[in-house]
């Protein structure tokens, strides 16, 4: 059921401009592109990793960054292609693959939070993105 | 992030639509970084092929059109002109010769060659390899690179002491045209230091022990940067790609210093500079045994493909194999792809290598790898491979099992179609 409660807000450094809501997917773990991810239907296919199977297509990804190989930034550049991007990117791990991936695959991202993302968001909450005014809004679902 | 004049000139127009793309994309991935400004770089290492199926509707519009949305993800496409900075093509998907043994399509074949006509024609060296320091760029001391490929970036870094960060797809291609990239990470030398270290207290000599040593020197230091002391021997270009290979697939590593191997250190002081260690780990015998455990994603001992030769074989290791498959026959139900690059399969063919691993049973194979180009002999249900990397990545990408462990291990598994393993 749905809390009444005032949403948490959280602060922090927009990457890629954009405002965007949605339900939030969050992993502590960190996330390989080429041979982490299927980019036809952007599930996590690292065996493993704890979400494996699961799918961040139109979700807020919170992670703490890249892992792995260069492939990085092309295989998320082609979830967005094919239409299986996730809606934004929260991470905490500044890398040159997390950057230039978050960077093609062009959905509003940010990073360098005033608080601990992993214990103020939960899978499933509902999160509101807006990368141009540094906020991330948290309810609780 | 601060331009110069000419970087300002670059991103208007002044050198054509494709470097004005060029240009917005790093100055987009400049500020996502932070980076204050960028910096000149005459080396770049990037991935200009067009040889997976997600690409050939773009390629249906010309090359072009591949290189303006995957290699500087412009909307527009822009008309590309000859390389600013000296460039080579990493791994590709398809073997230019062997494609028909990988089963690929035919149109793919024509696709790739297409795109490498294309590139060709436009100053890409088409290197082929996901080792260009093996055929050819070797960076100097300190020059300011753009690599893509996880184990050459860390090859360039702590082995040669060239400058690079992971790049990607994108950056080296506006890298290629710009000759900038951003200036940031490990193009600064007060990010190369060590931050963590790793003493080795099980000695390490061969190439298995080098390769678990990596993967155990990720699986704790993730993105960090380790310094190694201990028990290691038989340093050399063989041992430290495949040290570094492992070392970025279980972990983000990019630098790393062995005082006294590597050049920017002599001893242990000089590779923390200014840092001190924020962690301390041990690599001992057990240890080793659970990072060989650990690789392991198999449980069926009927082994039916042996991969060797991720990253790229050296010459050294294509003849160690010839050697040990010499006047053998591989079991029948097995087959053997041996992985190298094609400058180098060309000296291997005049030593008599290759005829020697074919006389076996085995393949030679350029250009590509099982894990890039997710093309394995038909039916293949158990692999066997002596890369860290191919058995971290391959059981996932190709949905099979995996063993991992000594080159002897899998040739032995080569020859008698059972997995007995190292242990």
Not at chain 1, 30 to 34: L, V
Not at chain 2, 75 to 78: A, L, M, R
Not at chain 2, 99 to 128: K, T
């Given at each position: 059921?749905?809390?009444?409660?005032?949403?948490?807000?959280?602060?922090?450094?927009?990457?890629?401009?954009?405002?965007?809501?949605?339900?939030?997917?969050?992993?502590?773990q960190?996330?390989?592109?080429?041979g982490?991810?299927?980019?036809?239907?952007?599930?996590?296919?690292?065996?493993?990793?704890?979400?494996?199977?699961?799918?961040?297509?139109?979700k807020?990804?919170?992670?703490?960054?890249?892992?792995?190989?260069?492939?990085?930034?092309?295989f998320?550049?082609?979830t967005?292609?094919?239409?299986v991007?996730?809606?934004?990117?929260?991470?905490?791990?500044?890398?040159?693959?997390?950057?230039?991936?978050?960077?093609?695959?062009?959905?509003?991202?940010?990073?360098?939070?005033?608080?601990?993302?992993?214990t103020?968001?939960?899978?499933?909450d509902h999160?509101?993105?807006?990368?141009?005014?540094g906020?991330?809004?948290?309810?609780?679902? | 992030?601060?331009?110069?004049?000419?970087?300002?000139?670059?991103r208007?127009?002044?050198?054509?639509?494709?470097?004005?793309?060029?240009?917005?994309?790093?100055?987009?991935?400049?500020?996502?970084?932070?980076?204050?400004r960028?910096?000149?770089?005459?080396?770049?290492?990037?991935?200009?092929?067009?040889?997976?199926?997600?690409?050939r509707k773009?390629?249906e519009?010309?090359?072009?059109?591949?290189f303006s949305?995957?290699?500087?993800?412009s909307?527009?496409?822009?008309e590309?002109?000859?390389m600013a900075?000296?460039?080579?093509?990493?791994?590709?998907?398809?073997?230019d010769?062997?494609?028909?043994?990988?089963?690929?399509?035919?149109?793919?074949?024509?696709?790739?060659?297409?795109?490498?006509?294309?590139?060709?024609?436009?100053?890409?060296?088409?290197?082929?390899t996901?080792?260009p320091?093996?055929?050819g760029?070797?960076?100097?001391?300190?020059?300011?690179?753009?690599?893509?490929?996880?184990?050459?970036?860390?090859?360039?870094?702590g082995a040669?002491?060239?400058?690079?960060?992971?790049?990607g797809?994108?950056?080296t291609?506006?890298?290629?045209?710009t000759g900038?990239?951003p200036?940031?990470?490990y193009?600064?030398?007060?990010?190369r230091?060590?931050?963590?270290?790793?003493?080795v207290?099980?000695?390490?000599?061969?190439?298995?022990?080098?390769?678990?040593?990596?993967?155990?020197?990720?699986?704790?230091?993730?993105?960090?940067?380790?310094?190694?002391?201990?028990q290691?021997?038989?340093?050399?270009?063989?041992?430290?790609?495949?040290?570094?290979?492992?070392a970025?697939s279980?972990?983000?590593?990019e630098?790393?210093?062995i005082?006294?191997h590597?050049?920017?250190?002599?001893?242990?002081?000089?590779?923390?500079?200014?840092?001190?260690?924020?962690?301390f780990?041990?690599?001992?015998?057990?240890?080793?045994?659970?990072?060989?455990d650990?690789?392991?994603?198999?449980?069926?001992?009927?082994?039916d493909?042996?991969?060797?030769?991720?990253?790229?074989?050296?010459?050294?290791?294509?003849?160690?194999?010839?050697?040990?498959?010499?006047?053998?026959?591989?079991?029948?139900?097995?087959?053997?792809?041996?992985?190298?690059?094609?400058a180098?399969?060309?000296?291997?063919e005049?030593?008599?290598?290759?005829?020697?691993?074919?006389?076996?049973?085995?393949?030679?194979?350029?250009?590509t790898?099982?894990?890039?180009?997710?093309?394995?002999p038909?039916?293949v249900?158990?692999?066997?491979?002596?890369?860290?990397?191919?058995?971290?990545?391959?059981?996932?990408?190709?949905?099979?099992?995996?063993?991992?462990?000594?080159l002897?291990?899998?040739?032995?598994?080569?020859?008698?179609?059972?997995?007995k393993?190292?242990?």
């Open positions: 059921m749905e809390t009444l409660t005032t949403p948490l807000l959280i602060r922090g450094r927009g990457v890629v401009s954009g405002r965007v809501e949605g339900e939030a997917l969050v992993t502590t960190t996330i390989s592109g080429w982490g991810i299927n980019e036809r239907d952007g599930s996590i296919i690292e065996r493993r990793h704890e979400l494996v199977g699961q799918s961040f297509a139109g807020i990804l919170v992670f703490p960054g890249a892992k792995g190989s260069s492939g990085w930034s092309a998320f550049h082609m967005r292609i094919n239409g991007a996730p809606a934004a990117m929260l991470f905490t791990r500044m890398t040159t693959k997390m950057a230039l991936g978050a960077v093609v695959t062009r959905v509003p991202a940010m990073t360098d939070f005033d608080a601990d993302v992993f103020e968001i939960r899978t499933g999160v509101v993105v807006d990368a141009d005014a906020t991330v809004e948290v309810t609780r679902r | 992030m601060h331009l110069t004049d000419t970087e300002k000139a670059m208007d127009g002044a050198g054509g639509e494709a470097v004005a793309a060029a240009m917005d994309l790093l100055i987009r991935y400049g500020n996502a970084l932070g980076a204050e960028l910096v000149e770089t005459d080396n770049v290492a990037g991935a200009f092929n067009a040889s997976t199926p997600s690409v773009i390629a519009n010309g090359m072009a059109e591949v949305r995957l290699n500087l993800d909307d527009k496409t822009v590309i002109p000859q900075a000296r460039t080579c093509q990493l791994i590709t998907g398809i073997d010769q062997n494609w028909a043994l990988q089963g690929a399509d035919p149109q793919m074949v024509q696709m790739q060659r297409d795109s490498e006509a294309f590139v060709g024609q436009r100053g890409v060296n088409l290197m082929a996901c080792t320091y093996q055929v760029n070797v960076p100097t001391f300190g020059e300011h690179c753009a690599w893509m490929e996880s184990s050459a970036v860390i090859y360039c870094n040669l002491g060239g400058r690079t960060n992971v790049e797809k994108e950056s291609g506006a890298a290629a045209l900038r990239i200036y940031w990470g193009h600064l030398t007060e990010n230091y060590g931050n963590r270290h790793i003493r207290e099980v000695p390490v000599r061969s190439m298995l022990d080098w390769g678990l040593l990596g993967y155990f020197t990720g699986e704790m230091v993730e993105e960090n940067i380790p310094v190694l002391e201990g290691m021997s038989g340093v050399d270009l063989v041992k430290l790609k495949h040290f570094g290979a492992a970025a279980s972990g983000g590593v630098m790393y210093h005082p006294g590597t050049p920017e250190a002599r001893i242990a002081d000089e590779a923390f500079g200014p840092n001190r260690a924020e962690d780990h041990v690599y001992d015998a057990a240890a080793r045994k659970k990072m060989y650990t690789l392991q994603s198999a449980e069926d001992r009927k082994v493909f042996i991969m060797l030769g991720c990253p790229h074989n050296s010459i050294e290791q294509v003849g160690r194999i010839a050697h040990l498959l010499d006047g053998k026959r591989l079991h029948p139900d097995v087959a053997l792809w041996v992985h190298t690059p094609r180098i399969r060309t000296v291997a005049r030593s008599g290598y290759v005829a020697r691993i074919e006389a076996a049973g085995g393949k030679v194979m350029s250009d790898c099982p894990a890039i180009s997710r093309r394995l038909e039916g249900r158990v692999i066997a491979t002596d890369s860290a990397k191919q058995a971290h990545y391959l059981p996932a990408i190709a949905k099979v099992q995996g063993w991992f462990g000594s002897e291990a899998c040739i032995e598994a080569g020859l008698t179609g059972t997995w393993g190292d242990f």
